[in-house]
């Protein structure tokens, strides 16, 4: 096994030891009624981690009960915000404690650079420490000032949800989901992505020895087709969250309103940069360069279209082609390396063939990119690249998720919106200059849900994230409206003479 050479801390391989995981359900380990499995892989080396269970709809019908009966029958729901939150804590103090065993665990199951897989576990960190310091200070009940009645509104959690993630921040977007939930007195089930399973397993187990009612906190790894479909049209749940690609999110929009369940969808981007010529160029460059490159392009709102101001494009092309050519690519246990491997073998496939596609329909290869062979690895492993031309080809509009970056120019603020809302995504995009007015022009009229200025990424707790258009439906993340999304409203009214 290539995986061999690195060095491993000792609690992550006796977690690997183990070689089979079952799914968490009603605070147990549980595997698969039929016995099925799947195999989950170091992206680095290709090697397999772990063989996990591929749970099935009865299965995944038990998890809903799980968590249906802790809402019914544990104290969870009804606890006090200070209660529910002591507890929470707890299990955040527990996760914090093995930080660096659960980063570990998350670099090697999706390929994620480990410091950057150390800042996501820390991100699951602040975003539940985020949400049950807001539990403890939002008021449940509102009066409302009617004439000839007493009335009040009053808000509780709603019961069982259900959440399906991709594979691309595995830990952190299950932060991202459930933290809000749980906070405010639901139960959960989780569907992690089949790539990706190892950190989410890890945490729920931590969730038991916290203290968490067994049936809060259930976990049903699988297949999508099987297990994510399952969950997603099981009428006990009351909310569901989907976090994926559009074609998935729409089969999921589907069975959630099939069964009149609420549904939140966080899809896919394709993300603009647009610069203007009054900027660094060597430092946007640098910074655009990291966006790209960033856990290997696989990020749903990154900066994928580049649109640069005539003035400025030949330098910044030959500045981003000597930069990306720089950039040191390997394991993502390796401390030197800037970008690791793209999660599987299919992945790597999709991002060769959409630059082939994009060149049959006549854009230009500025930097070719293409398959890494690292024999000493194995792995799935590609290089950056660069493509430029005309905004209508298929490497231009469709999210190719992969370190590929599509650059065209533009020559004035209206030519560049247009450019930038060329997309049927609208989930981020940002916009480059030192002048602050034409930059919040730009941020506003660009259609999306996000929009960044003289930076790209940016995801601080308070601030919503969501999608808009193709990107998403229904919410978002990260703020006060995501914690109410949780809680159901009931109108209390009471005639008065
Ligand atoms: P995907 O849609 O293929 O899979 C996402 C999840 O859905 C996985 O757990 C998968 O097993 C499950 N699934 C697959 N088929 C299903 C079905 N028929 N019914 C129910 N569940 C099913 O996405 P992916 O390839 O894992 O992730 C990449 C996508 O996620 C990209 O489009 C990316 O932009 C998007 N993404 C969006 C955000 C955001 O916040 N907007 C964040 C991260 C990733």
Not at 73 to 98: C, Y
Not at 116 to 130: G, K, P, W
Not at 147 to 167: D, K, V
Request: net charge negative; hydrophobic share 40%; proline share 5%.
């Amino acid at each position: 096994m290539a995986l061999e050479k690195f060095q491993l801390l000792p609690e992550v391989r006796d977690f690997l030891a183990k070689k089979r995981f079952g799914g968490v359900i009603g605070g147990q380990e549980v595997f698969a009624s039929n016995g099925e499995t799947f195999h989950t892989r170091d992206p680095g080396t290709g090697d397999v981690l772990a063989e996990v269970a591929n749970m099935q709809p009865d299965d995944v019908d038990q998890a809903v009960q799980a968590a249906a009966k802790a809402f019914r029958q544990t104290n969870w729901p009804n606890l006090t915000a200070h209660e529910r939150g002591a507890i929470l804590h707890r299990w955040v103090d527990l996760v914090e404690s093995k930080k660096r065993i659960i980063a570990q665990i998350e670099s090697l199951d999706c390929g994620k650079i480990y410091r950057q897989a150390e800042a996501d576990v820390q991100n699951f960190i602040d975003t539940m420490r985020y949400f049950i310091e807001m539990s403890l200070h939002i008021e449940r009940r509102a009066v409302l000032a009617v004439p000839h009645y007493e009335a009040y509104s009053y808000r509780a959690p709603w019961g069982p949800c259900g959440f399906i993630f991709p594979w691309n921040f595995p830990i952190l977007l299950v932060g991202w989901g459930i933290a809000p939930a749980l906070a405010a007195g639901n139960t959960v089930v989780i569907k992690p992505a089949e790539d990706t399973p190892l950190s989410t397993l890890f945490v729920a187990h931590l969730a038991k020895e916290a203290g968490i009612p067994d049936g809060v906190v259930n976990v049903v790894p699988g297949l999508g087709e099987v297990t994510g479909a399952a969950l997603a049209r099981h009428p006990g749940l009351r909310r569901m969250s989907f976090t994926g690609s559009p074609e998935v999110g729409r089969l999921v929009g589907e069975a959630c309103a099939r069964n009149l369940v609420p549904v939140k969808l966080e899809l896919g981007g394709k993300g603009a940069a647009v610069v203007f010529d009054d900027v660094d160029v060597s430092a946007t460059v640098e910074k655009l360069v990291q966006a790209v490159t960033f856990h290997c392009g696989q990020v749903c709102c990154t900066a994928t279209r580049w649109i640069i101001q005539k003035t400025i494009y030949d330098r910044f092309v030959s500045e981003a082609v000597k930069r990306l050519q720089e950039i040191r690519i390997g394991h993502e246990l390796e401390p030197r390396v800037q970008m690791g491997p793209v999660v599987n073998e299919k992945q790597k496939k999709r991002i060769l063939s959409y630059i082939e596609r994009g060149r049959a329909e006549g854009a230009e290869v500025i930097l070719e990119g293409g398959e890494l062979e690292l024999p000493e690895l194995g792995g799935f492993f590609v290089k950056p690249a660069l493509l430029a031309g005309s905004l209508k080809n298929v490497a231009a509009q469709e999210e190719i998720f992969g370190p590929v970056a599509y650059l065209t120019s533009f020559s004035d603020e209206a030519d560049a919106i247009e450019k930038a809302n060329d997309t049927e995504y609208g989930l981020a995009n940002s916009v480059w200059t030192a002048d602050l007015q034409r930059a919040r022009r730009v941020a506003e009229a660009m259609e999306a849900a996000n929009s960044w200025i003289n930076a790209h990424n940016l995801f601080p707790h308070g601030v919503p994230y969501a999608g808009i258009k193709k990107s998403g439906l229904g919410g978002g993340v990260l703020s006060e409206q995501t914690y109410f999304d949780y809680l159901r409203s009931t109108s209390v009214v009471r005639p008065v003479s």
